[in-house]
């Protein structure tokens, strides 16, 4: 048997893509634009929700959250993967391995949960906009608002709590960008066969409610908006839905991959470059996707910017 050398005062080794990548400098360079992307468009697009109180409306105040979830999830993973590359020191301790697979989860759950929740907002105000007010008053959208956070911390607390109470052995080498439930398994020194087997069976109880919800709001909405009389209307509804529709595609797509696709089926190579995808990729393109196609959003954009690049201290 192998010895046991992962205890608490030990570490791991993050080897991610940019150490496996035939041009780790270039890659290195663009992972850093598209964060620098990331942080600037969610923290505009926070920015001006918070500000512009012609955008104080559920729709809006929860693609706030949605764009504080990606400026956060982003910023857990994509500074450590750059400054580890620069400084040519991939070594992760054992608390913040557990940390940040506990970040991952809480945001990564938290925004599973939320997007089902915009959905339903899309589906009460384009199905029932006579009685938008009255389904979703500020106590209904502060509760959508505070769920998906008590309920993703609490199973991440779980999830990270058994994951890395396993003993860990062989080179404690973690072949992923972050520190999270598959790749960690595999340097396991016990038998984790019934876990990964629990993990697969919450990961689909814990992804496909949110998605069914998903789906069944947007057949709702297309049935009527296929039915509106004015075109205006429709290409509104329309743009909105895409947009929102186009964000869900990504992130289950990735979500789904990693923690559904059995494991057999996993390479590491293709864990790194779906984990690039849902951890930088996505949260860089998500407000320029709700951003650039929304009158209000840029509308709102081009007046606080404008306040406070005319404004001047007297």
Same mark, same amino acid.
């Given at each position: 048997?192998?010895?046991?050398?992962?205890?608490?005062?030990?570490?791991?080794?993050?080897?991610?893509?940019?150490?496996?990548?035939?041009?780790?400098?270039?890659?290195?360079?663009?992972?850093?634009?598209?964060?620098?992307?990331?942080?600037?468009?969610?923290?505009?697009?926070?920015?001006?929700?918070?500000?512009?109180?012609?955008?104080h409306?559920?729709?809006?105040?929860?693609?706030?959250?949605?764009?504080?979830?990606?400026?956060?999830f982003?910023?857990?993973?994509?500074?450590?993967?750059?400054?580890?590359?620069?400084?040519?020191?991939?070594?992760?301790?054992?608390?913040?391995?557990?940390?940040?697979?506990?970040?991952?989860?809480?945001?990564g759950?938290?925004?599973?949960?939320l997007?089902?929740?915009?959905?339903y907002?899309?589906?009460?105000?384009?199905?029932?906009?006579?009685?938008?007010?009255?389904?979703?008053?500020?106590?209904?959208?502060?509760l959508?608002?505070?769920?998906?956070?008590?309920?993703?911390?609490?199973?991440?607390?779980?999830?990270t709590?058994?994951?890395?109470?396993?003993?860990?052995?062989?080179?404690?080498?973690?072949?992923h960008?972050?520190?999270?439930?598959?790749?960690l398994?595999?340097?396991?020194?016990?038998?984790?066969?019934?876990y990964?087997?629990?993990? *697969?069976v919450?990961?689909?109880?814990?992804? +496909?409610?949110? %998605?069914?919800?998903? $789906?069944a709001? /947007?057949? #709702?909405?297309?049935?009527?908006?296929?039915?509106m009389?004015?075109?205006?209307?429709?290409?509104?509804?329309?743009?909105?839905?895409?947009?929102?529709?186009?964000v869900?595609?990504?992130?289950?797509?990735?979500?789904?991959?990693?923690?559904?696709?059995p494991?057999?089926?996993?390479?590491?190579?293709q864990?790194?470059?779906?984990?690039?995808?849902?951890?930088?990729?996505?949260?860089?393109?998500?407000?320029?996707? *709700?951003?650039?196609?929304?009158?209000?959003? +840029?509308?709102? %954009?081009?007046?606080? $910017?404008?306040k /406070?690049? #005319?404004?001047?201290?007297?």
């Open positions: 048997m192998e010895h046991r050398n992962a205890t608490l005062g030990s570490g791991f080794t993050l080897m991610g893509i940019l150490n496996d990548s035939g041009y780790p400098e270039l890659l290195c360079a663009m992972i850093s634009v598209l964060y620098v992307l990331a942080v600037t468009g969610n923290g505009l697009l926070l920015l001006v929700i918070t500000v512009d109180a012609r955008l409306v559920p729709m809006y105040l929860l693609l706030g959250q949605l764009s504080l979830m990606d400026l956060l982003t910023s857990v993973v994509t500074p450590k993967a750059v400054v580890d590359f620069l400084l040519s020191d991939t070594t992760i301790s054992f608390g913040g391995c557990a940390l940040q697979m506990f970040l991952a989860l809480t945001l759950g938290a925004e599973d949960l997007l089902a929740f915009m959905a907002d899309r589906y009460v105000a384009i199905c029932h906009p006579l009685n938008y007010m009255v389904l979703m008053r500020p106590r209904v959208c502060w959508m608002i505070a769920t998906p956070w008590v309920l993703a911390s609490l199973s991440a607390l779980v999830y709590v058994y994951t890395m109470h396993y003993p860990f052995c062989k080179a404690r080498e973690i072949r960008l972050l520190c999270e439930i598959p790749p398994l595999k340097l396991a020194c016990a038998e984790t066969a019934s990964e087997l629990m993990v *697969y919450m990961g689909v109880t814990f992804l +496909m409610p949110p %998605l069914s919800t998903i $789906l709001s /947007y057949t #709702l909405i297309l049935y009527t908006v296929l039915r009389p004015s075109n205006e209307g429709r290409q509104k509804a329309l743009v909105t839905c895409s947009s929102h529709l186009t869900v595609g990504m992130f289950y797509g990735a979500a789904m991959f990693m923690y559904i696709l494991s057999s089926l996993h390479s590491p190579k864990d790194n470059i779906i984990s690039v995808f849902y951890t930088i990729v996505t949260p860089a393109l998500n407000p320029l996707i *709700y951003s650039l196609r929304n009158k209000e959003v +840029m509308g709102a %954009l081009r007046r606080v $910017l404008g /406070y690049l #005319l404004w001047t201290p007297s």
